[in-house]
């Protein structure tokens, strides 16, 4: 089955600054590729998300990036602000087709802190 | 739209009672519900997959008479957990996809329990 390998597992940045977060997967059906923001005790929350037919998303602040023939897929954070300090998760998803619900395999994550 | 519900949010029981958590999917129909698990500080874990009308899709290691699910309708979905221990205590999170859209899944807020 799908494994998603997330790193790095704690990322502290100075606020203003830029934090990468970086995921490998192997699926090679893998085909949608979220990014989710959980905050202590809350919900995870969908920030952005890239399909395999495209290279590269931005929104805002954030950007995704994926290359497929790597298997890899990272997400930019530009220009930090406080309120960013939260888990970051990405993840896998291989969608069959319209037949049935795919599954969401999650990285291990990223507590991202931001240093005022 | 697209808001899921979870109760209770917070439950405290004695090892070896059995607990019921409800997953609502408040203003659509969610012909696929999915139960994941968080522990302290770790990625959350898919636990089942739920179509409406019929069993589950337990993972791989995920006891199925211990963790019983019923999603009895469009709207709603349950999770048992039955003779609860304390190694059991856990994050548990619902998702649900709409009919037809299968992009994204709709996190509920979650239900922390704690077998004493």
């Known amino acids: 089955g799908e494994n998603v390998e997330q790193h790095p597992s704690t990322l502290s940045v100075q606020e203003g600054d830029s934090a990468v977060i970086k995921c490998t997967y192997s699926?090679?059906?893998?085909?949608?590729f979220p990014w989710y923001k959980q905050e202590l005790g809350k919900r995870p929350q969908l920030i952005i998300d890239?399909?395999?037919?495209?290279g590269e998303k931005k929104d805002q602040r954030i950007a995704v990036t994926l290359n497929k023939t790597a298997k890899h897929f990272s997400l930019h954070i530009t220009e930090t602000q406080p309120e960013d300090s939260a888990v970051y998760f990405c993840a896998a998803v291989d969608f069959p087709g319209y037949s049935s619900a795919s599954k969401i395999i999650f990285g291990s994550g990223t507590r991202l802190s931001i240093r005022p | 739209g697209a808001v899921v519900s979870q109760h209770p949010s917070r439950v405290i029981c004695k090892s070896g009672t059995s607990v019921k958590i409800e997953c609502r999917s408040l203003?659509?129909?969610?012909?696929?519900m999915f139960w994941y698990r968080q522990f302290p500080k770790q990625s959350l874990m898919l636990m089942a997959t739920?179509?409406?009308?019929?069993?589950?899709?337990?993972e791989q290691g995920v006891e199925k008479d211990k963790f019983l699910i019923n999603h009895a309708s469009l709207t709603l979905s349950t999770l048992t957990v039955t003779s609860a221990h304390p190694e059991d205590s856990s994050f548990y999170i619902c998702?649900?996809?709409?009919?037809?859209?299968?992009?994204?899944?709709?996190f509920g807020p979650g239900t922390r329990l704690t077998v004493l």
């Open positions: 890239i399909r395999s037919n495209v």
């Open positions: 203003d659509f129909q969610a012909t696929t």
């Open positions: 998702s649900a996809s709409r009919e037809r859209e299968y992009n994204e899944q709709f």
């Open positions: 699926d090679s059906a893998s085909n949608y």
């Open positions: 739920s179509n409406e009308g019929s069993k589950a899709t337990y």
